[in-house]
Structures are given as C-alpha cells and as structure tokens.
Nanobody, 122 residues
Framework: QLQLFESGGRLVQPGESLRLSCAASGRTATSGWFRQAPGKEREFVAAVNWNGDRPYFADSVKGRFALSRDQSKNILYLQMNGLIPEDTAVYYC??????????????????WGQGTQVTVSS
C-alpha cells in the first residue's frame, strides 16, 4: 500500500508564496493535490504525470500554482504563489494508478495523505 506524507503547510499573508511537499513511500504514476476548505467539499487542485512534464490545474489556481517532481526521492512539490484567502484549506496529496493522467475526480485517486493546513490571512 502506497503511503503519502504531506508537509509545508502554515499560516501566510495574502500575496506570499508557499511550497508544499508530498513524500511517497514508492514510485507513483499520476499524482497531485486536492484541497478542502471549511464547510466545502474537497476539490481538485493540480496533478501531473509520472515524469512531471504534463501538469494540469484547476482554473482557480492556473497561473499561480506549479508542480514539480523529484523522481529520485519520490517527492511531489506544489509551489503556490500569489496566495489569496480563498486558498485557505487542508491540502491533500493523492496518487492514482497508471493510465489516470487527466483525472480530476477523487474517485480516480486511490492513495491519500493525511493533509496539511494552509491558512492565508493578514
């Protein structure tokens, strides 16, 4: 069973940047990030294929967030720039089976981390 461990969440001010990390216990295919704000359902943020050259993003974060992978260490990074209060949420790392590139539904991802809190507030 693949295990995922997120880190990097904290309190930041609007306009600041933050990088989240997701360390996997093994190699992953498509992997990415979801988030859940208070009182809302969990939503797709971004994901990328196994070698990191085909990222895709939710419209709400496109142009502000970026993904990168360190395949040697099985780590996925979410670089978040220009943070706004609406980005406040628990961010979850998730991994999907091979052949899932392009998936945005939670049901397509079968491994999940425990989440890391990101709070954007002045």
């Amino acid at each position: 069973q693949l295990q995922l461990f997120e880190s990097g969440g904290r309190l930041v001010q609007p306009g600041e940047s933050l990088r989240l990390s997701c360390a996997a216990s093994g190699r992953t295919a498509t992997s990415g990030w979801f988030r859940q704000a208070p009182g809302k359902e969990r939503e797709f943020v971004a994901a990328v294929n196994w070698n990191g050259d085909r990222p895709y993003f939710a419209d709400s974060v496109k142009g502000r967030f970026a993904l990168s992978r360190d395949q040697s260490k099985n780590i996925l990074y979410l670089q978040m720039n220009g943070l706004i209060p609406e980005d406040t949420a628990v961010y979850y790392c998730a991994a999907a089976p091979p052949g899932s590139w392009g998936a945005r539904a939670e049901s397509a991802f079968n491994s999940w981390g425990q989440g890391t809190q990101v709070t954007v507030s002045s």
